[in-house]
């Protein structure tokens, strides 16, 4: 005998988080239900899936909104990192993405080094414009001085 049950929560090969789906009822009974997997597909739980969906998507405006704040805040924002520096404007070593990252965490920002967008180290002392991509599509332009100690 099949029973419908709304899943609470991601179960690897049947479905997603909100799924209605339909599975043998001692499945349901034994496994998902117990566990807190899943829940029958009466209209209270409906209700209780979508209150509960419609708060993830105010919290992930929220999130969102957040973040587009402070890539306009990094934006107007620019770090100066010290190095030492030969007199033709080499640098002894380079400036990477981790370097940039320990630069912003000074300044308050705690930005992970993989969100920086650096083709390549810098080698030479100058005036650089570096990509932080936030999101998917939410980036910012922070403009990185490189100067001689």
């Given at each position: 005998m099949q029973k419908e049950i709304i899943l609470m929560q991601?179960?690897?090969?049947?479905?997603?988080?909100?799924?209605?789906?339909?599975v043998a009822d001692g499945y349901a009974r034994n496994y998902l239900f117990p566990r807190k997997l899943a829940a029958p597909a009466t209209p209270k739980y409906v209700k209780v899936?979508?209150?509960?969906?419609k708060r993830k998507e105010a919290e992930g405006r929220r999130a969102l909104e957040q973040l587009r704040q402070?890539?306009?805040?990094?934006s107007q924002t620019s770090c100066t990192i010290t190095v030492e520096a030969g007199e033709d404007?080499?640098?002894?070593?380079?400036v990477t993405s981790q370097d940039i990252a320990e630069s912003l965490a000074q300044?308050?920002?705690?930005?992970?080094?993989?969100?920086?967008?650096?083709?390549?180290?810098?080698?030479?002392?100058?005036?650089?414009?570096?990509?932080?991509?936030?999101?998917?599509?939410?980036?910012?332009?922070?403009?990185?001085?490189?100067?001689?100690?």
């Open positions: 991601d179960v690897p090969g049947l479905g997603a988080q909100g799924n209605v789906v339909k899936l979508e209150l509960e969906k402070e890539a306009e805040r990094l404007g080499k640098l002894f070593g380079s300044a308050g920002f705690t930005i992970d080094k993989k969100k920086i967008n650096l083709a390549e180290p810098i080698r030479e002392l100058g005036v650089y414009t570096v990509e932080l991509k936030l999101y998917s599509d939410i980036t910012a332009s922070l403009k990185v001085w490189v100067v001689q100690k």
